[in-house]
């Protein structure tokens, strides 16, 4: 029998470790687009050829931008994009490629990427995300105790959101970064592999129209009513893993079995509601989405009444006067009534981005200025936009109307599981029978509101549906499948 030293432990005590350490290494490339095309006015688009690195391309590569206003005759007028949207309002369609198959489709990205940052904590809304996209999310209070929205800075200062920034045409304005995971949901669920055949490709379609993106701060000459994306580039990071792994990696991809992963696509189905005729109207409408026999995370909605918002252009979601909404899934009701009452909305909304939704105050709820109790009236009544040259702010107009009750977005949140578990797999199967999103308004009751809170006006309808798809790699061939 041996005798244990003073010092020794017990053989079954004892481990045998050996260091499983495997480098990693990362590289960082910035690739500017293989063309850039822009018609004033109208659109423009951009096309990138991701050149192949490493083992897989991170997620968190950046798309980066810079807006330039054109013609400046004057140094008494501003112009800056939505201070709760900032540069992304410029984002039309986002595509991406590989092998000749299109992976990933998102429309009317940038609008979804504006719903997407209120799930932010506002701090950094407004200390992270107007650094990366022009906009200005910082408000106080007046003596009154209605909500002040911040002065912009002058365009000779460093910070400004004024798109000037120091001189007219594409050698200044505002620089503007997206994560490539925002502009494309599959790289929130996968990375993408640098080993197949085939050519990666990027396509990025812009919005030209100076009325559907930029604020106007003064009188602003038609001529001058002009801006251009310029210098588009994409700031890419690969992953290269330890020789082993990247080996194991190209085996299994180039082998019989392969590897099947799922992930989600935002899909964009669009419509439109009716203007209720008469002050007391209603007016319902289902709209069938489809995806039967797919596999469905959430529904978002954008609400788009045909009326001029010249602070929010069109990154906004307008409230509608006696709004109703219900989610029909396998010919049943999501919810076990229909929902009326603006805080379920508010709830269900949070539900389905799964963090809390980080707006101003009454910008959810109650619709624009009401003239009968103005104790309801929220903000002050001016925004002024920033200053110019000489140091005088720029009167831009009411924000009330502009604000209140202008981003009431809508959610529907079907996984199986909530909270905690925002994956493909925690999606719902859809039947045979279609999604169907029934939406009903009325006409506001009083003839000095109908048209003030757009009452009396077509709404467009955006209605993002987070559904799954599934990307199977074998014998090094790429196939997408939806489910």
Not at 214 to 226: A, M, S
Not at 375 to 394: K, Q, S
Not at 418 to 436: E, M, Q, S
Request: hydrophobic share 35%; net charge negative; proline share 3%.
């Amino acid at each position: 029998m041996s005798v244990l030293g003073a010092n020794a432990i017990p053989d079954i005590l004892s481990t045998s470790a050996q260091s499983e350490s495997q480098a990693t290494r990362l590289e960082s490339v910035i690739l500017d687009a293989d063309t850039h095309s822009w018609v004033q006015d109208q659109f423009g688009k951009s096309r990138f050829n991701i050149p192949k690195k490493g083992s897989v391309l991170s997620p968190d590569g950046t798309l980066i931008w810079r807006t330039s206003w054109l013609n400046h005759s004057d140094g008494t007028t501003t112009a800056t994009f939505p201070r709760l949207s900032g540069g992304a309002c410029v984002l039309d369609t986002a595509r991406l490629y590989y092998g000749g198959k299109m992976l990933c489709e998102t429309r009317e990205v940038g609008q979804k990427i504006i719903l997407d940052n209120f799930f932010k904590p506002y701090d950094a809304q407004a200390e992270v995300i107007d650094e990366k996209l022009g906009g200005n999310h910082k408000f106080g209070y007046d003596a009154n105790g209605h909500i002040k929205l911040s002065n912009s800075r002058p365009y000779t200062e460093a910070g400004t959101t004024n798109m000037v920034n120091g001189g007219a045409g594409e050698t200044y304005g505002l620089e503007c970064a997206v994560k490539l995971r925002d502009l494309f949901p599959m790289l929130k669920d996968m990375v993408l592999p640098m080993t197949l055949k085939g050519e990666i490709i990027v396509e990025i379609n812009w919005k030209g129209k100076w009325t559907d993106c930029i604020v106007e701060g003064g009188t602003i000459l038609t001529n001058d009513q002009h801006f251009k994306v310029a210098r588009p580039r994409l700031h890419l990071d690969y992953v290269s893993y330890a020789n082993q792994v990247h080996n194991a990696m190209e085996d299994q991809y180039n082998s019989m079995e392969g590897q099947a992963t799922s992930y989600r696509e935002a899909v964009l189905v669009q419509s439109t509601i009716n203007a209720p005729v008469g002050l007391t109207d209603i007016v319902s409408k289902d709209v069938e989405l489809g995806f039967n026999n797919r596999s469905v995370m959430k529904v978002y909605l954008q609400k788009l009444m045909n009326t001029t918002n010249p602070l929010n252009r069109n990154s906004r979601s307008d409230g509608l006067t006696g709004e109703k909404h219900q989610l029909i899934v396998n010919n049943r009701q999501l919810y076990s009534r229909v929902v009326e009452n603006v805080s379920e909305m508010y709830s269900y909304l949070n539900q389905t981005g799964e963090v809390p939704f980080c707006n101003v105050d009454r910008t959810y709820d109650f619709i624009g200025s009401n003239q009968t109790d103005a104790t309801l009236n929220t903000f002050a009544v001016n925004e002024n936009n920033g200053a110019v040259a000489g140091g005088a702010l720029v009167n831009v107009g009411s924000v009330r109307e502009d604000y209140q009750g202008k981003f009431r977005y809508v959610g529907f949140n079907l996984a199986k599981v909530r909270f905690g578990n925002d994956t493909p797999a925690n999606a719902v199967n859809v039947g045979d029978a279609p999604l169907i999103v029934r939406l009903e308004r009325k006409g506001s009751g009083r003839a000095n509101e109908q048209s003030q809170t757009g009452a009396g006006t077509e709404a467009n309808l955006n209605m993002w549906v987070e559904c799954v798809k599934v990307l199977q790699i074998k014998n090094g061939e790429m196939e997408v499948f939806e489910i």
